[in-house]
C-alpha cells in the first residue's frame, strides 16, 4: 500500500485485523450480492452522486468567484474615474478589505457548515453576498465601495472551504481529487466566463442612470441572489441525513466512507479538543504555507489580468481587453481537471503541485523579463496554467491526509483562511503600470519558496513517516487501547498511509 485510497480495497478482509476502523458499519445492503454486482451498484451510486451534486455545486462557485473578481473587470471599464479614487492606493484598499474579512471569518465556517446543515447555511450566505454585490453598483464614493466588498467578504467566507469539507465527506480520498478540481475549475471558468459577461454588460452604459461598471455589478449580484434562493432546494445534506437517498443508498455511502476509513460520514458533537488536534498537527501549517504559495498569486491574476493585457498596447479598447483575458482562463481550467485526473490515478499530489508551479514560475519570468507583447500574453497563459491546478490540488492533499469530521473542517478552514489572508498581498503589488515589475517579482517569489518549496517538503516528510508506519515504528500508538479509542486517532492510526 502506498497511499490510503488503497486501504479502502481491503474491505472486509481488513475487518478482522483493523476492527477499530469499521466498528460502526451499517449493516450491508447488498450483503447477499456477488463482488461484481456490488461494484455495478457502487459505480452506479457515485455516477448518480456526482450527477445531483457537483453541477450546482460548480455553477455555485462560478458565481462566488465571479462576484469577487469583477472588480477587475469593472476597473477598465471607469470604475476609478467615476468613483475618483486614487489609483493605485484607494482601488487597492478595496481589493484589500475583502480579504481582511473573508480570511477572519472563513476557520469558523465549517464549524457552522457542519452545525447548520449545508441545504441551509450555503443557501443563506449566497444571498447575503448577492445582495452586497448588488449594493456595489449603486454606491458613489470609496467609503461606500469599502463598506460593500466588507460585507462581500463576510458573506463569501464559508462557500468555498465549505464546499471542499463538504465534498470530502461524500467521496472516497481515491474520488475525492478529481471533484474537488472540476469544483475549482469552475473560477477558471468564471474568469472566461467574467470577461465575456462583462464585455456584453459594458454596452448598457448609460441605462437607468447608472454606468457600465455599476450594471456590472447590478446583474451578477441579482443573478447570485437568485440562485441562493433556488439552493435552498438544490443544496443537499450530509450523506446519513440526504433526503435523496433510498435508506439502502444512505447505508452504502457511509460504508464505503468507513471503510476508506474515513469518520466522515458520522455525527460528532463538536469539542474545543478537535481544534486544539488541528494546531497541533504540522501537516496544517505546512499546509498553510503551500496554499499560500498558490492562492495569492490566484487572486492576484485574478484581480489584475484585464490591466495586465490592457497594457501590453494593443489598443486601448476596454472590450477588447476583457476578451483577450478569456483564453487563458480556459486553458487553465482544461489543465485543472487534468491534473485532478492525473493525482487521484497516480496518488502523487506532492509531484503534481511541483512540476504545475514550475510552469508557473517560467510564466511569470516571461511577464518579468520580456517587453515583447506577444511574449508577455504567452506568459499569462503560463502563469495560469501553473497557478489554477494546485489550488484544488492541494485542498484535496490536505483533506486526503487530515481524519476526523471537525478536524479537518478546521484544518481546511485554517489552511484556506491563510491562504484568502494573502490576497491582502496580492491586492497591493500591481502598482506600477505598464511592466509592473514589482507585481511579476512577488509572484514568482510566492510560487519559488512557499508552493514549490512547501511542496516538496512536504511530500519528503509524508514519505519518511508513511516508511515508519510500514516498518511498524508507529504501532506502540495503539498498544493497550479499545477499538473506539484507535478509531479516534484519526490519522495517526499506525495503518492510516499518507497521500504524497
Not at 447505508?251 to 478537535?274: G, M, N, P, T
Amino acid at each position: 500500500m502506498s497511499d490510503p485510497e488503497k486501504q479502502s480495497t481491503s474491505h472486509e478482509s481488513q475487518d478482522e485485523s483493523h476492527g477499530a476502523a469499521f466498528d460502526a458499519l451499517p449493516p450491508d445492503p447488498d450483503a447477499h450480492l456477488s463482488q461484481d454486482e456490488k461494484d455495478k451498484i457502487d459505480r452506479r451510486l457515485v455516477w448518480r452522486l456526482d450527477w445531483i451534486l457537483i453541477p450546482w455545486l460548480c455553477i455555485l462557485y462560478l458565481l462566488a468567484f465571479l462576484d469577487r473578481t469583477n472588480i477587475g473587470n469593472a476597473k477598465v471599464a471607469d470604475l476609478p474615474t467615476d468613483l475618483h479614487l486614487k489609483l493605485p492606493e484607494q482601488y487597492n484598499e478595496t481589493l484589500t478589505i475583502f480579504f481582511i474579512s473573508y480570511s477572519l471569518f472563513e476557520p469558523l465556517t465549517n464549524v457552522l457548515l457542519k452545525r447548520l446543515r449545508p441545504s441551509v447555511f450555503i443557501p443563506i450566505i449566497m444571498v447575503l453576498w448577492g445582495a452586497s454585490m448588488t449594493g456595489m453598483g449603486f454606491v458613489y464614493n470609496y467609503s461606500g465601495l469599502m463598506a460593500a466588498r466588507w460585507f462581500l467578504g463576510l458573506a463569501e467566507a464559508g462557500l468555498f472551504p465549505g464546499v471542499n469539507y463538504y465534498l470530502s465527506c461524500w467521496y472516497k480520498r481515491s474520488e475525492f481529487g478529481v471533484r474537488a478540481a472540476i469544483f475549482f475549475s469552475a473560477a477558471a471558468v468564471s474568469g472566461s466566463f467574467g470577461g465575456l459577461l462583462a464585455a456584453a454588460i459594458e454596452l448598457m452604459d448609460g441605462i437607468g442612470g447608472r454606468p457600465g461598471w455599476a450594471w456590472i455589478f447590478i446583474l451578477e449580484g441579482l443573478l447570485t441572489v437568485l440562485f441562493g434562493v433556488a439552493s435552498f432546494w438544490m443544496v443537499h445534506d450530509f450523506p446519513d441525513e440526504a433526503r435523496f437517498l433510498s435508506e439502502a443508498d444512505r447505508a452504502r455511502v457511509v460504508r464505503r466512507l468507513k471503510l476508506d476509513q474515513q469518520s466522515s460520514a458520522e455525527h460528532e458533537e463538536w469539542k474545543i479538543s478537535y481544534l486544539i488536534a488541528g494546531l497541533k498537527d504540522w501537516k496544517m501549517w505546512l499546509g498553510m504555507v503551500i496554499y499560500m504559495g498558490c492562492d495569492m498569486p490566484l487572486y492576484a491574476f485574478s484581480l489584475f489580468l484585464p490591466s495586465i493585457i490592457q497594457e501590453l498596447g494593443w489598443g486601448n479598447s476596454t472590450v477588447r481587453a476583457q476578451l483577450l483575458s478569456v483564453p487563458p482562463y480556459a486553458a487553465a481550467a482544461l489543465l485543472t481537471v487534468a491534473i485532478g485526473f492525473i493525482a487521484d490515478r497516480t496518488r502523487q499530489r506532492g509531484l503534481c503541485n511541483i512540476f504545475v508551479s514550475l510552469i508557473g514560475i517560467a510564466g511569470f519570468a516571461m511577464l518579468l523579463g520580456s517587453t515583447d507583447a506577444r511574449v508577455k500574453y504567452a506568459g499569462t497563459f503560463l502563469g495560469a496554467l501553473g497557478i489554477y491546478p494546485c489550488i484544488s490540488n492541494t485542498i484535496s492533499w490536505m483533506a486526503n491526509n487530515i481524519e476526523g469530521v471537525y478536524k479537518r473542517g478546521v484544518v481546511l478552514g485554517f489552511v484556506i483562511g491563510w491562504g484568502n489572508l494573502n490576497g491582502i498581498v496580492s491586492s497591493n503589488i500591481y502598482f506600477s503600470p505598464p511592466r509592473y515589475l514589482e507585481g511579476h517579482g512577488v509572484m514568482i517569489a510566492y510560487m519559488t519558496l512557499f508552493l514549490f518549496g512547501g511542496s516538496l517538503l512536504m511530500t519528503t516528510l509524508l514519505r519518511i513517516e508513511n516508511k515508519k508506519r510500514r516498518e511498524g515504528k508507529r504501532d506502540y500508538r495503539i498498544e493497550g487501547k479499545s477499538a473506539k479509542e484507535i478509531e479516534a486517532l484519526g490519522d495517526g492510526k499506525p495503518d492510516f498511509i499518507y497521500t504524497v
